[in-house]
């Protein structure tokens, strides 16, 4: 067959394919095109998921009537002012979204520029172009796009349920919205308001949280950590969440480059890099993060769908994210998200149970107030709130109310066996002088009890701090190890009799391989014949650990780990491993100036408010909470 010329039309739905992939891409496309025309209001109507109706609506610049003709023509822009590709300085610049979009559906375009006294409208159906003709319409755009993919049958059944496809519309706009805080966006689907966001106003650095905020939720808004940074020319703002604050899929990681979205393996990359240390591998940090810097210096033309971007400085790139969101983590110290008392909370609130009738457990007795001031929101005529007994509490709460839902037994032989308390004695209740400062005046108040010899009860200015022993000590060993290896090596103490481990030969010898960086992380072991290691030295920071056991974790870290890279670069890994063994173990009773001396370490050390694993070393719940939890506000 001889080679021929492919007809116009086909050409242009051949390069629509690339363009226009699904409903949201056109969205993206026509939107984009907005914000350049300077846009402060867009509203965007969908039909069907987008496959039946798109229309976009803007108050931008405006088009007349040759600009209309001139728009539909493919590589007709106004954006490459130079026509220098690697200048760009706005969202679209190649001039192909609206022929993409005329080639397999039917577009109408209508537009009044400022100050002209009428509108004008142009029709391309999949890819035959109209005259512009007179219309009504105010100051600014607005693109109609029918039946997507009419005139390519073979895109539209690849497309997926109408659901489907307004969840992607709805998560590009939210996207484009969180990059232009001072945009109102409006979206609808069949006459149902979907998403609604009003121009934010202020300092950019807050209009960015409170659009954050009204997109990624409140708990995001409540928890975030602000990031500004600068170096040679590249600027990084925006908002991060504590590491406390982590979902099991990174889709809450949003980064822009120069107000566009990306999806970038470099910038994801190094947003693990920073959260390496705080959080498990399966889980992801929630976070916004803008970055702008000189258009010579990053490449967005890789890609028709302009997600994927070039740096010509990688490394600068990668070394300011890291150290940027690090120090802003730093910089939180010691708090962990609210998050984690929210959900203390719900896990402490009766959840609804029934008995084995399918009945749910009778309420208690007596009335409701039970002693406190403030109305309840309790429901019914019994004690407890609008929920009932929690599964698992339900038997032993109808075994406790027994005894009173009966004909009450004689007196004498209810309190058989028990004796009134003696009489108070004034002195048992002296104040006692008080410490100065108040030690409760602190962000972790005041040690008053330890349960189980592992969690440590905290009495704070307005509330209550749960401290997990282990996990809070462990973050605390492993900030010092880190802080000792940047000051020349971690301090060593020498055993009185060197510890013997037995493991099988390729665990030793892989030990044996590293021993030189062992020794400067303060484990210095030696050959002791095949597959025996002698541990002669150990970090002074652990103290009294169990030696053999973390030899033995160290050697299976490190056939995890590989060869690839040293262990200083691996250093979260095995540092972290070490301070799992030096760190106070759950069970160990601690006296109360234990206690407090660990609440104000935790106080004086960043990252304090999560261990090495990524979970929360403490809970905080709040005096008004606790009231709410028993009914008292």
Not at 206 to 221: I, S, T, V, Y
Not at 508 to 525: D, H, I, M, P, Q
Not at 589 to 607: D, F, I, K, S, Y
């Amino acid at each position: 067959m001889p080679i021929r010329m492919l007809p116009e039309t086909l050409v242009n739905r051949i390069a629509a394919g690339e363009v226009v992939e699904r409903p949201a891409a056109a969205v993206k496309e026509l939107v984009e095109n907005a914000i350049d025309a300077g846009a402060t209001r867009i509203d965007v109507v969908v039909r069907d998921g987008g496959k039946s109706l798109i229309t976009v609506t803007d108050d931008g610049c405006g088009m007349g009537p040759d600009e209309l003709a001139l728009a539909v023509e493919r590589h007709a822009t106004s954006k490459l002012p130079g026509d220098d590709l690697l200048d760009i300085r706005s969202l679209g610049f190649r001039g192909e979204a609206l022929p993409s979009i005329g080639a397999v559906s039917r577009l109408t375009l209508t537009s009044r520029p400022q100050g002209a006294d009428s509108a004008w409208s142009l029709t391309v159906d999949a890819g035959r172009k109209g005259t512009p003709q007179p219309a009504a319409l105010a100051q600014g755009t607005r693109v109609e796009v029918r039946d997507l993919f009419a005139a390519v049958p073979a895109r539209l059944k690849f497309l997926k349920a109408a659901r489907t496809e307004y969840d992607h519309i709805a998560d590009c706009l939210e996207r484009l919205a969180m990059a232009h805080p001072g945009v109102a966006f409006t979206l609808s689907d069949d006459g149902r308001s979907g998403l609604r966001l009003s121009a934010a106003q202020g300092d950019l650095l807050d209009a960015r949280l409170a659009r954050l905020g009204a997109l990624m939720g409140r708990d995001f808004q409540d928890n975030a950590v602000p990031v500004q940074a600068a170096r040679e020319g590249v600027t990084l703002a925006g908002w991060i969440g504590l590491p406390t604050l982590h979902r099991p899929t990174s889709r809450h990681q949003h980064l822009f480059v120069n107000g566009r979205p990306v999806r970038d393996k470099l910038m994801v990359g190094a947003v693990r890099a920073a959260y390496a240390d705080f959080l498990p591998r399966d889980r992801h940090p929630m976070l916004a993060l803008f970055l702008e810097l000189d258009p010579q210096e990053v490449d967005v033309n890789v890609h028709p769908a302009k997600a994927e971007v070039r740096f010509r400085d990688q490394g600068l790139v990668r070394g300011l994210i890291v150290g940027s969101l690090k120090h802003a983590l730093a910089e939180a110290g010691h708090r962990a998200s609210t998050t984690v008392g929210l959900a203390t909370l719900g896990a402490l609130r009766p959840e609804p149970a029934e008995d084995g009738m399918g009945i749910p457990p009778s309420p208690l007795p007596y009335g409701r107030g039970g002693g406190g001031s403030g109305g309840s929101s309790w429901g019914g005529t019994g004690g407890y709130p609008s929920s009932s007994v929690p599964r698992g509490l339900a038997e032993r709460s109808n075994a406790f109310q027994a005894p009173f839902q009966s004909p009450l037994p004689p007196l004498q032989g209810r309190l058989h066996g028990f004796s009134p308390p003696p009489a108070a004695r004034p002195a048992d209740y002296a104040p006692q002088p008080a410490a100065s400062p108040p030690l409760e005046d602190h962000p972790l108040g005041a040690a008053r009890a330890q349960l189980h010899n592992t969690y440590i009860v905290a009495q704070t200015a307005e509330g209550i701090v749960i401290v997990d022993q282990h996990a809070a000590h462990e973050r605390l060993v492993y900030e010092r190890m880190k802080a000792a290896l940047l000051e020349g090596g971690v301090k060593r103490q020498a055993l009185l009799i060197p510890e013997l481990v037995e493991l099988d030969e390729p665990s030793a010898n892989r030990l044996l391989t590293r021993a030189a960086e062992l020794a400067e992380l303060g484990l210095v072991v030696e050959g002791f014949g095949p597959g025996c290691i002698l541990v002669r030295e150990v970090p002074a920071l652990l103290g009294q650990s169990d030696v053999k056991a973390l030899v033995r974790d160290l050697a299976e870290e490190l056939a995890e780990l590989g060869d690839a890279l040293s262990l200083k670069e691996k250093l979260e890994h095995v540092c972290g491993t070490m301070a799992c063994h030096g760190s106070v173990r759950a069970g160990r009773a601690l006296g109360v100036e234990e206690m407090n001396a660990l609440l104000r370490q935790m106080e004086a050390t960043p990252h304090s408010g999560q261990c090495n694993h990524g979970r929360p070393t403490y809970v905080e719940l709040k005096l008004a909470d606790i009231e709410r939890l028993f009914g008292r506000r």
